[in-house]
């Protein structure tokens, strides 16, 4: 380590220090400006001249929206187009409907594995509220659980959906670190996903099984009537009309389940994934000038797949659904204002991943790491921990830890998917007050900070671990 080094680290230091400060203090910095302001500062700082400033930012922007953005915008259309048709609604309850009480934590967690894979937390959250909701004063009326049924459902739903947001591509941190580390992205989907269903298992039911007759959660009785289109509170003794069964879990959800096929509904959400995983598969088995080996590696692109999933659902769950072609555009156009805030960030964050490559802080980080002889998926799980806590952005956490751990990355195989599972595992740790899906749950649930802690937090800090043992343990196997 030269003097040099050492300064480059001392500015990585610094930078991180003035990110979260911008981000947290009273002046609250959007993460996107935070990240550019941070990113320019660090380049000057550096040395690099003012029109290498520029030509980083710029590329590090560019190139990161040209593989992430597209892909992003098209898997926000699909997630909207599930939800407003009904579809995401019919496969939770399909699942659900055949579950007893015992393996209704399983089934949610099901439920919410399927839906989870092309939605973000947020969105596949309040999509199965209602599913949550109904069940629960079921579970009530007949008193067939101690403590919070909501908190015995919420649980292995909250310890899916993060999962799979985090961990699990064709979500934007995944993608991100797919791209950043230059890991395969089909054998990043299968590491992915080997590491996530006993993560889930772990952090959904057996948790929520243990939490749940420790918390009094009551969510808002208006609210609750809001999402299950039934009068009255979830608390209310007179129930006896759904305690058989007959609740209508999302009849008040979004775009009801009428006319949809479940067999249409998982083909929406699978057709995407399928695509990716055969790409991976065709790579492996076939010859490199197979025809089919060409076909499916470009059908398995991810904005190829996420395109071909997108028009399929715009026909058999948009159109088909009778919804009026203004209607399914005036959607599609809201759902891409929704990930405007996301895309903003991903470009700050590649504007950041460029400027640590150009000035060289990467490759200093890498020899600060060889002498300390800290295992690469630990760092890389510390680094978006602590600045995804810091920041209260699983994003900045995820696209800063990428951007750091690059140029000790190797070329492509096993480890470096196993990377993206990590790093994206460390994002979703210690999910608190400066995080946005935290009040998301605290307010749906009705719950007390300390509640939301005990839960929210515990979960998703659960998940965190267990993704990142679960990756330790393959990295020792393969």
Not at 38 to 60: F, N, R, Y
Request: glycine share 14%.
């Amino acid at each position: 380590m030269t003097g040099h080094a050492w300064l480059l680290l001392a500015t990585l230091a610094a930078a991180i220090g003035v990110l979260v400060l911008l981000i947290n203090s009273r002046l609250r910095f959007h993460p996107f400006v935070a990240l550019m302001a941070v990113s320019i500062g660090v380049a000057l700082v550096a040395g690099l001249s003012t029109e290498q400033i520029a030509d980083s930012v710029e590329k590090g922007a560019g190139d990161i929206l040209g593989n992430v953005g597209i892909t992003l915008a098209f898997g926000a259309m699909l997630g909207r187009l599930l939800a407003d048709s009904g579809a995401t609604e019919r496969i939770a309850r399909v699942i659900v409907d055949r579950a007893g009480t015992g393996s209704l934590p399983w089934y949610m967690a099901g439920a919410a594995f399927v839906i989870g894979i092309p939605m973000f937390f947020e969105v596949g959250l309040i999509v199965l509220l209602p599913l949550i909701f109904s069940v629960a004063r079921r579970l009530q009326a007949d008193g067939r659980i101690k403590g919070s049924a909501h908190v015995y459902l919420a649980a292995p739903t909250i310890a899916a959906l993060c999962t799979l947001h985090g961990m699990v591509p064709p979500h934007p941190g995944p993608l991100i670190g797919v791209q950043g580390l230059h890991a395969d992205l089909g054998t990043t989907i299968l590491v992915g996903l080997i590491c996530a269903v006993p993560t889930i298992v772990v952090s959904g039911p057996l948790y929520g099984r243990w939490i749940a007759p420790r918390l009094a959660v009551h969510p808002d009785r208006e609210l609750v009537a809001q999402f299950t289109g039934v009068a009255g509170a979830a608390e209310d003794a007179d129930t006896s009309s759904t305690a058989g069964g007959a609740a209508r879990p999302g009849a008040a959800g979004a775009g009801g389940t009428g006319g949809v096929a479940l067999g249409w509904a998982l083909a929406s959400v699978l057709v995407p994934v399928v695509l990716m995983l055969l790409r991976t598969v065709a790579e492996l088995a076939l010859a490199g000038s197979s025809p089919v080996r060409h076909v499916l590696t470009f059908t398995g692109e991810p904005v190829i797949a996420m395109f071909a999933g997108f028009l399929f659902a715009l026909f058999a769950l948009g159109y088909r659904s009778g919804h009026a072609p203004e209607k399914v555009r005036e959607s599609l156009t809201g759902a891409i204002k929704s990930v405007a805030g996301i895309l903003l960030i991903i470009a700050g964050g590649g504007a950041f991943n460029q400027v640590l490559e150009d000035t060289g802080i990467g490759k200093a980080v890498e020899s600060a790491a060889t002498g300390a002889h800290l295992n690469l998926l630990l760092l890389g799980w510390l680094i978006a921990l602590v600045l995804s806590f810091s920041t209260g952005s699983a994003t900045v956490g995820i696209v800063a830890a990428t951007g750091i751990l690059a140029p000790m990355a190797g070329d492509g195989g096993v480890q470096n998917s196993l990377l993206v599972v990590a790093i994206g595992a460390g994002s979703i740790g210690l999910n608190y007050v400066n995080h946005a899906g935290f009040w998301l749950v605290k307010e749906s649930f009705g719950m007390t900070l300390g509640q939301a802690t005990k839960s929210h937090t515990a979960i998703q800090t659960l998940v965190s671990v267990c993704g990142l043992l679960m990756a330790l343990l393959i990295s020792v196997l393969v």
